[in-house]
Each structure stands twice: as structure tokens, then as C-alpha cells.
């Protein structure tokens, strides 16, 4: 079954920049979303298509892709940004829906 | 305003059978795609199920041929049949929405009720 891979972690000073990375091969024909979700909470959507922000979501989060890669950047971490932020993505056939391991930012 | 409520997890035992349900407002549930995911204790997401519009279902391996998902338009409600459970089923089940741009996401979720399979 087709998977996603994310590093378990990544820590940060409040103020720098946080990169999550998520590979998958089928990620040049399929896009990126990324989802936050903070400890007891459901899951909040933070980027969508590799580099679209919801309405609501700051500016200092963004997105990119490229090849079998997609990347979540938090510019100017924030101790409120902590949190597990999870790739979302489907398989090439656009059936099956899988989701990163997820990574925990830690920020402080 | 747009809103998912997830009921029915409970305690069951090894090999039992339940159902959840996800009561939608704002929205209506037969013209939408709607997902499971699912969330074990201290463990990621893992999509679960999904139901398109014109009722086309998919699942993961992990629950294919045990749960179905369904839905009930009368009450504009996404069902869940979850059968032959296993001590690994136990999560939390959060229901979603599936809205599309230019493919489909989740974008809308519920609180999520918590499973728990133990003897």
C-alpha cells in the first residue's frame, strides 16, 4: 500500500523557520495538503495543494512540492504552533487516501 | 454553520460489532464525499473509508471486508459498520468532509468518538 513518509520530529527556537518534509512517489502527480492538529483536537487544515493557505491560517505557514517531496514551512515559529502536523495525500489512482506518520514540533 | 458530530464508539469485545454514526448540519451528506480516519492512543491519523457522492466506497486494507461505511440521506448522516473488531481497532473515529479544488481534501471534522475493542 502506497505511503508517506515524514521525519517523527523537529524542534525549533521560537522565531526560526521550521521545515516538515513529506516524500512520496506519488507526489508529482498528486498534491500535498498538511494538517495540524494540537494535543486532544481534531485535525485542522493548513495547507491545501501544496501551497494554498485556508482562510484563517497565518501567514508564516506555507507550502511547497517538488519531485516525490512536498515541504511545510512555518516562517517565524510560534510557541502556539506546537503541535503534530501530518501530510495528507492520495495514490495514483486517487482512490486511497493515506496520511504521513505525522511529526511532532516541539517549539521552545 | 457547517458541523460534523461523531456518536456511537463504546467499549466491545474482541470479534463484536458496532456502528457510528456523523450527523452533518449545514451541508448535505448524499451530494458530498465523506471519510472515516481514524486515531489510535498516542498513534497518527489512518484514513479509514471513504464514500463519494454517487456512492462509490473505498477502504483500507486494515478494515476491508470487516467495516462499511454507508450513509443515511433522511437523516443527512455518514454511518460506520464496524464488524469482526479487533484489540487493534481501538481509536478514536473522527468523520470528515471531503470538499474539492482541484482534487478532494478534508476540510470539515467532527470531534471524533472513541472506540475501545478489549475483553
Not at chain 1, 520530529?9 to 495538503?33: E, F
Not at chain 1, 512540492?65 to 486517487?94: K, N, P
Request: charged share 15%; aromatic share 12%; with cysteine.
Amino acid at each position: 500500500s502506497y505511503e508517506l513518509t515524514q521525519p517523527p520530529s523537529v524542534s525549533v527556537s521560537p522565531g526560526q523557520t521550521a521545515r516538515i518534509t513529506c516524500s512520496g512517489d506519488a507526489l508529482p502527480k498528486r498534491y500535498a495538503y498538511w494538517y495540524q492538529q494540537r494535543s486532544g483536537q481534531a485535525p485542522v487544515l493548513v495547507i491545501y495543494e501544496d501551497s494554498n493557505r485556508p482562510s484563517g491560517i497565518p501567514e508564516r505557514f506555507s507550502g511547497s512540492s517538488s519531485g516525490t517531496m512536498a515541504t511545510l514551512t512555518i516562517s517565524g515559529a510560534q510557541v502556539e504552533d506546537e503541535a503534530d502536523y501530518y501530510c495528507y495525500s492520495t495514490d495514483s489512482s486517487g482512490n486511497q487516501r493515506v496520511f504521513g506518520g505525522g511529526t511532532k514540533l516541539t517549539v521552545l | 454553520e457547517v458541523q460534523l458530530v461523531e456518536s456511537g464508539g463504546a467499549l466491545v469485545q474482541p470479534g463484536g460489532s458496532l456502528r457510528l454514526s456523523c450527523a452533518a448540519s449545514g451541508f448535505t451528506v448524499s451530494s458530498s464525499y465523506m471519510s472515516w480516519v481514524r486515531q489510535a492512543p498516542g498513534k497518527g491519523l489512518e484514513w479509514v473509508s471513504v464514500v463519494y457522492s454517487d456512492g462509490t466506497t473505498y477502504y483500507a486494507d486494515s478494515v476491508k471486508g470487516r467495516f462499511t461505511i454507508s450513509r443515511d440521506n433522511s437523516k443527512n448522516t455518514l454511518n460506520l459498520h464496524m464488524n469482526s473488531l479487533r484489540a487493534e481497532d481501538t481509536a478514536v473515529y473522527f468523520c470528515a468532509r471531503e470538499t474539492f479544488g482541484d482534487f478532494f481534501y478534508m476540510d470539515v471534522w467532527g470531534k471524533g468518538t472513541p472506540v475501545t475493542v478489549s475483553s
